[in-house]
Structures are given as C-alpha cells and as structure tokens.
C-alpha cells in the first residue's frame, strides 16, 4: 500500500511526527499535555486545548498512530476524498476537545485522578478507527481456538495498545475519540457536510502539497529477468510487458501440418514452459536448443573406460566438456 490519493494522510503523519520530535529535542514536553487543575482553572492557559493535538510525548505512542494513520487513514482518505477528509479531521479535533474538556470537568468532581489528558492526538486516531470501523468490509476472516477473527483484527490490537498506553489518561482520550467519530458519523447538526473554505483548499494545494512530496505507487519493472549491462552506444531495448493474457499466434509460434482440403493449417507450438520442462527431463531435440550432442563412440569409449557409471551420467559429463 502506498500514500497515493491520500496526500491529507501523509502530511498529518509527517507533521505529528516532526513536532513530537522537535518537542522532544527542545524538552518542552511539559507545555503539550492538557491538565484541568492548574493549567486551565487557575492558569487560564487555554490554548493548551488545542496544542495537545499537536505532539506525542513518547516514541511508542508516536510509533503506534503512525501504524494507524497508514492502515486506516489511508482508506478512509480515499472513500472521502481529499477535501471531504480534511473537513473530517477538523471537526473531529474540535468534538474531541469539547468531549475532552467536559470529560474532565465532570469526572474530576468524583475523582481527582482524572485531571490530565496526555499530549497526542489519540482522540483523532480513534475517530479514524469508527470510520474504519463502519465503512470499511473485512477482507479476509479466520478463526483461533475456536474464536471467529477478521483481518481488521490486527488494527484494532494496535489501537488497543495505544489506548491503554498510559491508562487511564490515554483510555479516556480513546473512548471520547470512538464517541466523536460517532457523533460525527450520525451526522448530528450536519456535520458530514461541513467544508473548508476554498481559499484554504487552494491556499493547501499551492503550498502545503508540495511539502508533502510525491505520493503515487513506486513503479514496479515489467522485465522477466534481471537487467543486463549494455554499453551507452548500443540501443535500448523497452521492457516486454508479461502478462497472463492470451496472446495472438505468430508465425514463429505457428507450424503448418498437411491437410487433405485446404493443404495447410496452423497449429500452435510447444510453449516456452513445456520446452523448459522436456529439457529437463531429457525429452527435447538437444540439437534445437543448443546443447551439444555426444557421438555415439564417445558414449561407448566412456562406458568401456567406466563400468560402474550410468548412461545419462556420461551423457551429462560429455555435454558439459
């Protein structure tokens, strides 16, 4: 899988990823979590509501959304379309903030150990996940111990992870994240069909694209074989496309057998398989493939001189002299 028609995917993977690191190199860790008492009800810093998205506090976690991002943003990405995408993301960090914040709130009136949610945008993943949850279809299904699995079975076990990295901080975040890809899934308000202005779209197209860089598939060679080294005089030759498609007959390919009414007709040849195989086994014409024919005295001189060895033994040492 690649990034191709998921440019939105791959530029919030290399942003998370390079601020995390330029936190972690500057050790400002401190300034990217989100915590009710003191920050927000004494300190009144605000903004920490949004800059927590920003960065992961730790490479494990860091690790585990990047996992995430490519095998289910990727898809999502691609179902939504771009722009549809982008608009996804937005209103997505935005309900997880509210829920956060709320979240906090009410549950540090009945226990003060829910204070502080770790920097990360973990909610967002996890709105990523109930996407992927409801719009995409398991490929594949298996069973272990008698216990019936999906090949999406794997992506959930990363998510898990992540959600229970620093419980119960990060399980909190989690939950509230499924409960904002929900809320958004169930298009409460018309949120589906919200979208970023078009002088953002354009403004992102023209500049923040080209940061991303290239996001189309590799191109794999079409060649059979290895490539061989040619001189820079001599022409060169485009690779044969293969392909399992049946082909037209050629008249190299074709050999003509007497008929009684029309004289001849075209009948197809040995393919190259079944002269690979016929070589092996010895059933081929060694003089139509280039492989040197023993004389028969030679057979008979070798045979005189040694006994105990086989026919096709001699056969073979005389063919490869």
């Known amino acids: 899988m690649s990034f191709q028609h998921a440019p939105v995917t791959k530029g919030i993977m290399m942003a998370v990823a390079v601020s995390s690191v330029v936190v972690a190199i500057f050790d400002v860790k401190h300034n990217f979590h989100l915590q009710l008492v003191p920050h927000i009800s004494r300190d009144r810093q605000y903004w920490r509501l949004l800059s927590h998205h920003a960065a992961f506090s730790n490479s494990s976690e860091l690790f585990l959304w990047e996992l995430i991002l490519y095998n ?57 996940v109930h996407q992927y949850f409801s719009l995409v279809p398991a490929t594949y299904h298996f069973r272990v111990f008698g216990i019936a699995f999906s090949n999406k079975a794997f992506l959930y076990a990363l998510a898990l992870q992540l959600a229970f990295s620093q419980p119960w901080s990060t399980t909190l975040a989690a939950a509230l994240g499924f409960a904002a890809g929900a809320i958004y899934r169930s298009d409460v308000a018309s949120l589906k069909s919200y979208r970023l202005p078009h002088w ?35 022409p060169r030759v485009e690779d044969e496309v293969i392909t399992t498609a049946p ?21 197809p040849g040995p393919s190259v398989m079944r002269e690979w195989v016929n070589e092996l086994t010895g059933r081929v014409d060694r003089a139509s493939t280039g492989i040197r024919v023993p004389a028969e005295a030679e057979i008979s001189q070798l045979m005189n001189i040694f006994p105990d060895l086989q026919r096709d033994v001699i056969v073979a040492a005389l063919q490869r002299r």
Request: hydrophobic share 40%; no cysteine; charged share 15%.
């Open 72 to 128: 289910i943003g990727v898809n999502i990405e691609r179902q939504f379309g771009g722009v549809k995408y982008a608009s996804f993301l937005v209103v997505s960090t935005l309900l997880v903030t509210v829920l956060e914040l709320l979240s906090l709130l009410v549950f540090h009136q009945f226990d003060s150990a829910f204070n502080i949610i770790p920097s990360g945008p973990v909610g967002l993943a996890f709105s990523l």
């Open 200 to 234: 953002f779209v354009r403004l992102a197209s023209r500049y923040l694209f080209s940061l991303v860089g290239e996001t189309r598939a590799v191109r794999r060679t079409t060649r059979a074989f290895p490539a061989t080294e040619v001189s820079e005089t001599a």
């Open 247 to 267: 082909t037209p007959r050629t008249d190299h390919s074709t050999r003509s057998i007497p008929n009684g009414s029309h004289g001849a007709t075209e009948q």
